[in-house]
C-alpha cells in the first residue's frame, strides 16, 4: 500500500507565525497537490506541483515538489486565523488517470 | 447552488441494513468518485467512474457498490452496514483534462 506521510499531525501556533507541514513518501508521484478542508466541508484545491523541484507560490503559502517527487513541503508565512483547517497533500499515481493517493493530513489551528 | 450536491448530509443506520448515498453534479464532468475519510488515514478510494459506462474499484471497494444513473449523478450503496464503515463520505468530479478535484460537502456515515 503506498502511503504519504504528513507532519505535523497537529499545529497550533500564533497569528503572524511561519509554519511548515511536510509531506513524505517512499514512492514516486507525476504530480503532487495540497488541499485545504474546513469543518463542513470538501477539500478546496489550492495548488499542483508536477516538476521535480517546483515551487509555486500562492499569496503567503509556498509550495515545494522534491527533486525525486517523493515529498513536498508547504509554507505559510505569517499565518492567520483564516488559515486553520485541515490540509492534505495526495500524490498523482499516474498521469491521465487521476487516481490520488491523500496523505494523512495536518490539522492547523492559528491563534488569534 | 452547490456545484457537487451529496445527500443526505447526515445518516445513522443500524448494521446489517442497506444505504445509499446519492451525488449529483452540476459541473459537466464525466469523472466522478466516491472517497470515505477517517480520523488519521486521509482519503481513500473506494470506486471511481469516468463516463456512465465505466466502473472501476478504487483500493477500499469491498462492502460497497456504484450506479452510474447518468453522467450527473453516482450513487453509492452499502449493501449490508457494518460499524466499521462509519466514516465521512466525500463524491468528486473532475473533467477529462485537468487533474482538479472538486468536493461535495460529504455525508456523515454513523453504523450502530
Known amino acids: 500500500t503506498q502511503l504519504l506521510e504528513q507532519s505535523p499531525q497537529f499545529l497550533s501556533i500564533q497569528e503572524g507565525e511561519n509554519l511548515t507541514v511536510y509531506c513524505n513518501s517512499s514512492?514516486?508521484?507525476?504530480?503532487l497537490q495540497w488541499y485545504r478542508q474546513e469543518p463542513g466541508e470538501g477539500p478546496v484545491l489550492l495548488v499542483t506541483?508536477?516538476?521535480?523541484?517546483e515551487v509555486k507560490k500562492l499569496k503567503r503559502l509556498t509550495f515545494q515538489f522534491g527533486d525525486a517527487r517523493k515529498d513536498s513541503s508547504l509554507h505559510i508565512t505569517a499565518a492567520q486565523p483564516g488559515d486553520t483547517g485541515l490540509y492534505l497533500c495526495?500524490?498523482?499515481?499516474?498521469?491521465?488517470?487521476?487516481?490520488?493517493?491523500f496523505g494523512t493530513g495536518t490539522r492547523l489551528k492559528v491563534l488569534a | 447552488d452547490a456545484d457537487v450536491t451529496q445527500t443526505p448530509r447526515n445518516r445513522i443506520t443500524k448494521t446489517g441494513k442497506r444505504i445509499m448515498l446519492e451525488c449529483s453534479q452540476t459541473?459537466?464532468?464525466?469523472?466522478m468518485y466516491w472517497y470515505r475519510q477517517d480520523p488519521g488515514l486521509g482519503l481513500r478510494l473506494i470506486y471511481y467512474?469516468?463516463?456512465?459506462?465505466?466502473?472501476n474499484k478504487g483500493e477500499i471497494s469491498d462492502g460497497y457498490s456504484v450506479s452510474r444513473q447518468a453522467q450527473a449523478k453516482f450513487s453509492l450503496s452499502l449493501e449490508s452496514a457494518i460499524p466499521n464503515q462509519t466514516a465521512l463520505y466525500f463524491c468528486?468530479?473532475?473533467?477529462?483534462?485537468?487533474?482538479?478535484?472538486?468536493f461535495g460537502s460529504g455525508t456523515q456515515l454513523s453504523v450502530l
Open positions: 467512474s469516468f463516463d456512465v459506462k465505466d466502473i
Open positions: 495526495a500524490g498523482g499515481l499516474d498521469p491521465g488517470t487521476y487516481k490520488y493517493i
Open positions: 514512492s514516486v508521484f507525476s504530480s
Open positions: 459541473k459537466g464532468h464525466d469523472r
Open positions: 468528486a468530479t473532475s473533467d477529462s483534462w485537468s487533474e482538479k478535484l472538486f
Open positions: 506541483v508536477v516538476t521535480g523541484g
